[in-house]
């Protein structure tokens, strides 16, 4: 599997699990998970690409970026007791990276 496949379906899982519980808001849902998508597919980086809080080019828009954030604070620490290997895999990566 390409590590950009697996960005994209972690950052899908992480904000399915943000609207989940937080169902005012879930009209928002499909708008962020496109423009994800869109921003992963043009990534500069390719399938090199550092973690989006840490990488220097910032490519997503001022009102995007505040709902990821938003939704990554919030599913980030919830991730180890509902996908637990992909936690860990994306907390490796990120000590590996550091």
């Given at each position: 599997m390409?590590?950009?496949?697996?960005?994209?379906?972690?950052?899908?899982?992480?904000?399915?699990?943000?609207?989940?519980?937080?169902?005012?808001?879930?009209?928002?849902?499909?708008?962020?998970?496109?423009?994800?998508?869109?921003?992963?597919?043009?990534?500069?980086?390719?399938?090199?690409k550092?973690?989006?809080?840490?990488?220097?080019?910032?490519?997503?828009?001022?009102?995007?970026?505040?709902?990821?954030?938003?939704?990554?604070?919030?599913?980030?620490?919830?991730?180890?007791?509902?996908?637990?290997?992909?936690?860990?895999?994306?907390?490796?990566?990120?000590i590996?990276?550091?």
């Amino acid at each position: 599997m390409k590590k950009s496949d697996r960005s994209l379906g972690l950052v899908d899982f992480m904000i399915d699990l943000y609207y989940d519980k937080h169902k005012d808001e879930d009209h928002e849902r499909a708008g962020l998970k496109a423009y994800a998508a869109k921003r992963l597919a043009l990534c500069p980086h390719g399938d090199d690409k550092p973690f989006c809080s840490s990488c220097k080019i910032h490519c997503y828009d001022k009102n995007h970026r505040t709902m990821i954030k938003k939704v990554m604070k919030y599913a980030g620490p919830r991730m180890i007791f509902y996908a637990p290997g992909v936690a860990l895999r994306h907390l490796l990566e990120n000590i590996r990276r550091n």
